[in-house]
């Protein structure tokens, strides 16, 4: 795959819940507004830029604002936060050593370390475990499928074409039953975020769709009118959750810093708060070995 | 009863009504009309403009295959916006060139991928409608017995038609705002209706009542004179007014004729009454003279037993008193006479006032006589001392007379006028008749020689009463001087 990239969690991918640009404009403001305050030497040094997507949970700027000056107190350190509304942008920032930390979706963080642009630094938890999967959701007046394999000769919505759950892990699952995955439905398209595909397939726009397991459980949470018009007929096995990656180029004692900050934070009220509204329990340092099936998965494709 | 039989006081108030209903609806619904149509016209040509911003969107949608981004464009539209009650378009449909469905806005309904026909006869219609008749620019198609309009719009580039996007618009979708405009119409009516009724009621009503009034009065003529009507109930000068005045102007005549006929038929009366008095006084006078005379002659010539001259002077008073009774009804006017001077009128004044002192009465006497007039004073002073003694007799003590004499215009014009005790109507029109008396103690002679003397004179007496007054009118035509 040529085109392989995308930036953090591709579960944060919601254009109808947060503000893109506003939030990249927001943290740029904010960033300039540090470096005069800087009484340290650690200070001094330039911004730490960290690559976000915007992430589920309401008020996406607030949050990530909030996250952004937790982050500086605890570093000393002033940091940026860079969003971008495209994954590949955001691969091609840490590719040319434009971000220095990123929150990024499992499938291209594959990518990343694999071709050693990129280390993993952290794996959020989720409901207690460093886990995610795929929901194979059909319209709820669909009341016979219970298969993904049901589905052949329908339209089908996926979620963005550098998507672990949304694309690859339904292709892979059509694939592995011996089907063409690319014949095996009439129509397909990308919503480009993971809620449209809840809202294509709630529409009866598709009639099936692929899903983030944490965007849809958390939807059911905030906007249970749409999940309830979505049936899951299938869950796929369970991957590494999105995780935190580390630039290749930053220095090690950088990376551990920021690390012992992101997995510090369930340790005080503040950062407590903070992962509440981020909707996940903490951060564990993790291990490449959690996305070993993602990277099957991509090769079953030859992609890697 | 037909509804033109009914009364003016009810037909002109409903009649006015019922227009005035009339043009109230007919303007409403005028104005009702004129914005159901210009509200379907704003409601194509919206639709239109939004199909043609739609359009070269849709086209780079299909282009890239984008079913996602072409279903947010559709669906956009079919949304209540903020604050509005309702979405500018039911559904929207994009059609490829072989007329299967792209993308709706309602995939329930219409699903991607089916046939433009299989959603039903209207749908079937307009796909036969974009393939044989293909237009270049947005158009509104209105189906037979559909509540629907379609706008067609082509999805093209300059040169290729990918596809098309069919807008479908409820007919009545601007029919919340058109009952919300009519709403206000009809108040505005019905305000209208609310100020004009009870004027037009009023209106019809003052039109009417003097029509009726006037129709109840003419009915009544024939039977009786009736009570003529109140100028003020509608003094303007059109027709109604004009037939207002007619009428009494009419009705005064009519009360002036009666009032002559009733006194030509009592002058007749009274009049024949005379001639039968005079020629039966005439018939008896001659052989009472005859008995009279007879019994004259018999008393001076015979020696009588006193029983027979008894009887004799019983028969000869009898006959007396029938010859005095048969002389006062003959009335004999052409005594000749001195002219009338002002003193007699004086005289008879002193006459009767030791009658009116013992009633207290209060006497009143203008004499505008100051010459001598050619009217036999004899018989003036009889009718004179006739009336006032009357007068006296009828008035009641502390009460007044007035008598007013003077000449004018070749008359003697008299006037006696007294309150007190007054005969009624029906008794003034017999006063003149003999033996009519008002009193026990009169014989009734005295208004009938009264009458006969006025009349020989060929002059005029009137008895009238005056609301409270009692009124005798005497004219006695004054003859030139020998």
Not at chain 1, 70 to 92: A, M, N, P
Not at chain 2, 352 to 378: F, S
């Amino acid at each position: 795959m040529s085109r392989f990239l995308l930036p953090i969690s591709n579960i944060f991918h919601h254009s109808c819940l947060y503000l893109v640009r506003a939030l990249a404009f927001g943290a740029f403001a904010l960033a300039l507004s540090f470096p005069t305050c800087g009484a340290t030497t650690e200070m001094a040094r330039p911004a730490i830029r960290f690559g976000v997507t915007p992430a589920i949970v309401h008020d996406q700027y607030g949050i990530l604002d909030l996250w952004r000056a937790y982050l500086e107190r605890k570093l000393q350190r002033r940091v940026e936060f860079v969003s971008r509304d495209s994954y590949r942008d955001t691969i091609d920032l840490i590719k040319e050593k434009k971000l220095d930390f990123a929150w990024v979706s499992t499938y291209p963080y594959v990518y990343l370390e694999y071709r050693h642009y990129a280390r993993l630094l952290a794996t959020p938890l989720y409901r207690g475990r460093p886990y995610y999967r795929a929901y194979f959701i059909v319209p709820s007046s669909d009341t016979q499928s219970t298969s993904l394999l049901q589905l052949e000769g329908k339209v089908f919505a996926y979620a963005d074409l550098y998507s672990n759950t949304g694309y690859l892990v339904p292709r892979y699952f059509i694939h592995q039953a011996g089907k063409d995955e690319n014949r095996f439905f009439s129509k397909t398209f990308f919503t480009w975020s993971h809620r449209k595909v809840v809202m294509a397939v709630a529409e009866g726009l598709a009639d099936g769709g692929s899903i983030d397991s944490f965007v849809w459980d958390t939807l059911a949470v905030i906007q249970p009118d749409l999940t309830k018009n979505t049936r899951i007929i299938g869950k796929s096995e369970e991957f590494g959750f999105p995780p935190i990656v580390v630039n290749s180029a930053v220095s090690k004692r950088d990376a551990s810093a920021m690390r012992n900050a992101l997995i510090d934070m369930v340790n005080d009220p503040e950062g407590q708060a903070l992962l509440r509204q981020l909707n996940i329990d903490g951060f564990i340092a993790g291990t490449p070995k959690l996305y070993a099936n993602v990277a099957r998965l991509q090769r079953a494709f030859g992609e890697r | 009863m037909r509804l033109f039989d009914l009364s003016f006081s009810v037909k002109l108030p409903v009649l006015g009504a019922v227009l005035i209903i009339i043009s109230a609806l007919g303007v409403s619904s005028t104005q009702m009309i004129a914005t159901y149509a210009a509200l379907k016209e704003d409601l194509r040509v919206n639709s239109e403009t939004l199909s043609r911003a739609l359009a070269p969107t849709l086209l780079q949608d299909m282009l890239h295959d984008d079913l996602w981004h072409a279903f947010e464009t559709v669906s956009a539209p079919t949304r209540k916006p903020p604050g509005s009650t309702q979405a500018k378009a039911e559904t929207l449909l994009v059609v490829d060139k072989a007329l299967n469905i792209f993308v709706s806005s309602h995939p329930r309904t219409a699903p991607v991928l089916v046939a433009l026909s299989s959603l039903g006869r209207d749908y079937a219609a307009l796909g036969e409608q974009i393939t044989q008749a293909p237009r270049k620019d947005a158009y509104t198609v209105e189906l037979p017995a559909s509540n629907h309009l379609y706008v067609l719009t082509p999805i093209a580039d300059d040169q290729v038609r990918f596809g098309t996007l069919i807008i479908v618009i409820d007919k009545n979708l601007f029919l919340p705002r058109f009952y919300a405009i009519a709403g206000y119409g009809l108040l505005a009516a019905l305000l209208v209706l609310i100020l004009l009724l009870p004027i037009n009621w009023h209106w019809g009503r003052r039109m009417a009542l003097p029509l009726t009034q006037l129709t109840e009065r003419m009915g009544e003529i024939g039977k009786r004179l009736p009570a003529s009507l109140d100028p003020e109930l509608y003094n303007y000068g059109d027709e109604l007014g004009r037939l207002f005045s007619v009428y009494n102007q009419m009705l005064a005549e009519l009360h002036t004729r009666a009032e002559m006929e009733k006194q030509i038929i009592q002058s007749e009366r009274l009049a024949a009454l005379g001639q039968l008095a005079a020629s039966m006084a005439h018939e008896i006078n001659n052989p009472l003279g005859g008995m009279l005379t007879a019994i004259d002659t018999l008393k001076c010539h015979t020696a009588l037993d006193p029983q027979t001259r008894k009887t004799i002077d019983l028969i000869e008073r009898g006959l007396s008193q029938i010859k005095e009774t048969v002389g006062a009804l003959l009335v004999e006017a052409r005594l000749k006479s001195r002219h009338l001077n002002s003193q007699d009128i004086e005289d008879m004044l002193t006459l009767i006032m030791p009658q009116a002192h013992k009633k207290n009465l209060h006497v009143e006497l203008y004499n505008g006589l100051n010459a001598e007039l050619n009217v036999p004073a004899t018989l003036i002073r009889q009718i004179l001392i006739n009336l006032l003694l009357n007068a006296v007799e009828a008035t009641l003590p502390q009460g007044t007379i007035d008598c007013y004499i003077t000449p004018e215009n070749g008359v003697l014009y008299m006037r006696v006028t007294n309150d007190g005790k007054l005969p009624s109507h029906e008794q003034i029109t017999h006063l003149f008749e003999p033996f009519f008396s008002l009193n026990d103690g009169g014989h009734g002679l005295g208004l009938w020689v009264t009458y006969q003397i006025v009349n020989q004179l060929g002059g005029k007496i009137m008895a009238t009463r005056e609301s409270e007054l009692m009124k005798f009118t005497l004219e006695i035509p004054i003859e030139a001087s020998a």
